[in-house]
């Protein structure tokens, strides 16, 4: 029997209404009380290092640079006017002195990798985002083999292929006069070269002059997605909502409904269609993805298909997006830089006259190409952001200063490419320093790669495309901005992506 002025689902809505209560208690306890009891009782002696604005009470000081994707110049901002060690959130350190690479990421550190990872992180962890040692060491020792650099130069003759149909392209462009948004170009070589590499056919990016390519959902559907907005997309809430890790379980499902949460599905669903595609392939050739089912010595990695979904997502996120990064940065660089430019171009027109793509041997020793990478590496760093590791129980001296166990640290990349004490005028794009400046020094501090167990694993194909990209456009064509007055801006979302670069271009008389 009914109680009269009661209804059935009351006694439901009142509990789920409880639930909602108790939830934004939660959220406003870890947000707003719990910052400043932890600033304020400082157990972890924390209040010692000088914070930017907020950022000693609360994470939203860096969640909110990096949405307006300038994170690296906040912090690069704070280093300069605080010093080596600054506080960028309740329980992270960002340290900028060259020795707090080895302290934090070098071997033997061990430090494990900072909770912002699960951010990103999908079921299936990859070797960039496994947080856990031993989980890391087995894919890294299973997956050597496939960057080594022997490995990389029996690739080679994908890669110069693709070199050549991208020249096949911008001499289009130099034909009919139109403007070229070269960044994106370089972005569809990427993908073309990478997807080539791992799944044995190129995405034809290129030759369609876009990116919009196929994706598949587990049930079947196909569908068409731009690949290099899709990923980019992916990366902004994940990046951002890692800032503040304990939160992940609540806020993963409240910005479920974001497009961003719709842009990562899109890119898992690329990733799921050729990997689907490439495993249908009665005659696949010795493909990187050929390797991921096979160590070195051609035992099977027995990875799941949930890991080889994973490891293949990542290699084309990291193949695509820094290398495209990389080589957007160093044509921007050369050609604000006219007597670099001609320089370099000297070096290469007599190392290899007669060669439309010239071979990479030919090339790889080149001492001044060598360095204009190098200083564009450290100028315009793909990678900017500090790779927050969490310091072991008992505590750790981290470049001179004590830091007690469970608090986060970094080291931020674009401060510690422009300190001055190793590099002379480090805003300025010079790349003679690498030939006659102190290398000892410099080392210590351009490591644009990070260093340790976890240092980037494919900087070795990373270099080879450079270098063959490089030497090849900047010798066969002239390039010029669109705009006289134009500077290239860097978009931060995980990566700092260069924004569109309009060109005119021509071919060189030689």
């Keep these: 029997m009914l109680v009269q002025g009661k209804s059935p689902g009351s006694d439901t809505r009142r509990g789920c209404t409880n639930v909602l209560a108790v939830l934004v208690a939660v959220i406003v306890i870890i947000l707003f009380i719990q910052p400043i009891a932890v600033y304020v009782f400082d157990r972890k002696g924390l209040r010692k290092f000088p914070a930017p604005g907020y950022a000693g009470l609360s994470s939203l000081w860096r969640i909110l640079h990096n949405l307006r994707c300038r994170h690296f110049l906040a912090i690069h901002e704070a280093h300069e006017k605080f010093g080596t060690h600054v506080r960028i959130a309740p329980n992270h350190v960002s340290v900028s002195d060259?020795?707090?690479?080895?302290?934090?990421?070098?071997?033997?550190?061990?430090?494990?990798?900072?909770?912002?990872?699960?951010?990103?992180?999908?079921?299936?962890?990859?070797?960039?985002?496994?947080?856990?040692?031993?989980?890391?060491?087995?894919?890294?020792?299973?997956?050597?083999?496939?960057?080594?650099?022997?490995?990389?130069?029996?690739?080679?003759?994908?890669?110069?292929?693709?070199?050549?149909?991208?020249?096949?392209?911008?001499?289009?462009?130099?034909?009919?006069?139109?403007?070229?948004?070269?960044?994106?170009?370089?972005?569809?070589?990427?993908?073309?070269?990478?997807?080539?590499?791992?799944?044995?056919?190129?995405?034809?990016?290129?030759?369609?002059?876009?990116?919009?390519?196929?994706?598949?959902?587990?049930?079947?559907?196909?569908?068409?997605?731009?690949?290099?907005?899709?990923?980019?997309?992916?990366?902004?809430?994940?990046?951002?909502?890692?800032?503040?890790?304990?939160?992940?379980?609540?806020?993963?499902?409240?910005f479920a409904w974001h497009p961003c949460k719709k842009a990562g599905s899109d890119y898992e669903n690329i990733i799921y269609?050729?990997?689907?595609?490439?495993?249908?392939?009665?005659?696949?050739?010795?493909?990187?993805?050929?390797?991921?089912?096979?160590?070195?010595?051609?035992?099977?990695?027995?990875?799941?298909a949930g890991e080889v979904l994973a490891e293949c997502s990542v290699m084309m996120n990291a193949g695509t997006d820094t290398t495209t990064a990389a080589l957007t940065n160093a044509i921007y660089l050369l050609c604000k830089h006219p007597?670099?430019?001609?320089?370099?171009?000297?070096?290469?027109?007599?190392?290899?006259?007669?060669?439309?793509?010239?071979?990479?041997?030919?090339?790889?020793?080149?001492?001044?190409?060598?360095?204009?990478?190098?200083?564009?590496?450290?100028?315009?760093?793909?990678?900017?952001?500090?790779?927050?590791?969490?310091?072991?129980?008992?505590?750790?001296?981290?470049?001179?200063?004590?830091?007690?166990?469970?608090?986060?640290?970094?080291?931020?990349?674009?401060?510690?490419?422009?300190?001055?004490?190793?590099?002379?005028?480090?805003?300025?794009?010079?790349?003679?320093?690498?030939?006659?400046?102190?290398k000892e020094k410099m080392a210590k501090c351009h490591l644009p790669f990070s260093v340790g167990p976890r240092a980037c694993i494919g900087r070795n194909i990373a270099y080879f495309e450079q270098l063959l990209v490089i030497s090849t456009l900047v010798r066969l064509f002239e390039f010029e901005f669109v705009d006289k007055d134009f500077e290239l801006r860097t978009i931060e979302r995980f990566n700092s992506n260069p924004d569109e670069m309009a060109v005119r271009c021509r071919r060189r008389q030689i």
């Design 98 to 254: 060259p020795r707090a690479m080895n302290d934090i990421y070098g071997h033997g550190a061990n430090m494990l990798k900072d909770a912002w990872y699960d951010g990103g992180a999908g079921e299936h962890r990859n070797m960039a985002d496994a947080r856990m040692k031993a989980e890391h060491q087995a894919k890294r020792k299973a997956l050597a083999h496939i960057f080594a650099q022997k490995t990389i130069a029996g690739l080679e003759p994908v890669i110069s292929e693709a070199v050549g149909s991208l020249v096949k392209e911008i001499d289009r462009y130099a034909v009919t006069g139109e403007n070229l948004n070269i960044r994106c170009y370089l972005n569809y070589f990427t993908i073309d070269v990478f997807s080539d590499l791992l799944y044995g056919e190129p995405l034809g990016c290129l030759e369609r002059g876009d990116d919009i390519v196929t994706a598949e959902t587990p049930s079947g559907r196909l569908y068409k997605v731009p690949f290099i907005k899709t990923l980019h997309d992916s990366t902004i809430a994940g990046t951002a909502l890692g800032m503040e890790a304990p939160l992940l379980p609540v806020t993963k499902k409240l």
């Design 273 to 304: 269609h050729n990997t689907k595609k490439r495993l249908q392939d009665p005659d696949a050739e010795d493909d990187i993805f050929a390797k991921l089912l096979k160590n070195g010595k051609g035992d099977d990695t027995n990875l799941s």
């Design 339 to 438: 007597n670099i430019l001609a320089k370099l171009r000297v070096e290469l027109d007599e190392a290899a006259s007669g060669y439309e793509v010239p071979s990479y041997d030919t090339v790889a020793q080149l001492p001044y190409l060598r360095a204009c990478v190098e200083e564009s590496l450290r100028v315009k760093p793909a990678s900017s952001m500090g790779l927050p590791r969490v310091v072991p129980e008992g505590g750790r001296v981290v470049a001179g200063k004590f830091i007690q166990g469970g608090v986060t640290v970094s080291v931020p990349t674009y401060t510690l490419l422009r300190n001055a004490e190793a590099f002379e005028s480090p805003s300025d794009y010079n790349p003679d320093r690498w030939l006659t400046g102190d």
